[in-house]
């Protein structure tokens, strides 16, 4: 996100919204093989219900961002470490462990 802000020049609440996107093809590679060890489920349904939650988490992490750093004027790095992080704990864990990669009947 700093990169795509800085670098190329991108409103922080796009840079936030690319960077979670990439963010979340990885996350969802290491959930599924190593965190939640999810492998007996085919991946492409829990990539489905995964995709349902990543969609949730680029649209808080936009909005948080764009509500700490554009409105209430937070540096956008700032602003950026705290939304992530309720975001991370908030939504993106909980819904992963419970919806996304728990055991589901064949």
Known sequence: ?????????????????????LGALTNFALGRAWIFRAVSEKPARQALRYAL????????????????????GFDYIAARVFVAIAVSLGWNF?????????????
């Open 53 to 72: 939650v990543a969609v949730g988490s680029l649209l808080l992490n936009g909005a948080g961002e764009h509500v700490f750093a554009t409105v209430l």
């Open 94 to 106: 909980p819904m992963q462990r419970r919806f996304v990669f728990h055991d589901h009947p064949p």
């Open 1 to 21: 996100m700093i990169g795509l802000v800085g670098g190329v020049g991108l409103l922080p609440a796009v840079g936030t919204a690319v960077g979670a996107a």
